[in-house]
């Protein structure tokens, strides 16, 4: 048995394909891409409103990066001084230890002009009225445990014009410490 169709068949031409298609396929797509619009507006309010926290956000740390330039700078300084102190006290080496130790080794005639301390090197000028103190002063260096034997020496002596004393300078290696 075959199906009867009461109804005529007709061929379509192609502005009726073409109209078929735009009212069917052709509203799927308007559709789709009123969606895509719709999305990209509505997003809109969403990047402006992070923009505008974004742009506040830094204008506040701009402030307080502001107000806390000045902590900035003394903390700067203040780590550029500690560096310039470590690095003297790096340089003075052990001689500085041996200050403190110096005072019962001198005879009490002699006088300390100036003291320099490099690195472990200790330079002593003083003045006394008589070379006895002197010998004294140096010998009393060269038995001492703290300085090296063989570097302890009389670098000058010389006879002060004005008060009749003797100016000497003496030179010594500090040992260095065991740790």
């Known amino acids: ?55 506040d956000s830094i204008t506040e740390k701009q402030k307080i990066l502001a107000t806390l330039a000045p902590i900035n700078q003394n903390v700067t300084r203040l780590q550029t001084r500690l560096s310039e102190i470590k690095r003297i006290e790096e340089g003075q080496g052990t001689a500085t230890a041996a200050l403190p130790n110096l005072a019962p080794l001198t005879p009490t005639s002699i006088t300390y002009k100036s003291i320099i301390a490099t690195g472990d090197k200790l330079t002593i000028i003083g003045n006394t009225l ?50």
């Open 1 to 55: 048995m075959r199906p009867i169709n009461l109804l005529p068949s007709k061929e379509l031409g192609f502005s009726e394909k073409v109209l078929n298609w735009a009212l069917t396929f052709g509203r799927y797509i308007i559709i789709g891409t009123e969606i895509v619009v719709l999305v990209v507006f509505l997003s809109r309010f969403k990047l402006d409103r992070d923009r505008i926290d974004l742009k």
């Open 130 to 179: 008589g070379t006895a103190d002197i010998s004294q002063f140096v010998a009393s260096l060269k038995a001492s445990p703290i300085f090296k034997e063989d570097t302890v020496s009389l670098e000058k002596i010389e006879r002060s014009s004005e008060d009749e004393t003797l100016r000497f300078t003496v030179t010594a290696v500090v040992k260095k410490e065991r740790n």
